[in-house]
């Protein structure tokens, strides 16, 4: 009976696990390169980064 109940409960947690991992692979690279490196470029700081390093160009900039 526990490994029914074990199973059940496995069958509806795994796939929403599942799910949640994959989300948005792009997840950071959207929120760097599309608040972060604008916000620095404008002169407003590197919110919501820490730090934005541009030196090098967008192609080769840091941030944190």
Not at 3 to 27: C, E, K, Q, Y
Not at 40 to 59: F, I, R, S
């Amino acid at each position: 009976m526990a490994g029914v109940a074990l199973a059940l409960i496995l069958s509806v947690w795994l796939p929403t696990f599942n799910a949640s991992a994959r989300a948005d692979p792009m997840a950071l690279w959207n929120i760097v390169h599309g608040k972060c490196v604008p916000h620095m470029e404008a002169g407003l700081g590197p919110k919501p980064c820490e730090q934005v390093d541009l030196d090098g160009g967008v192609a080769q900039g840091v941030a944190i």
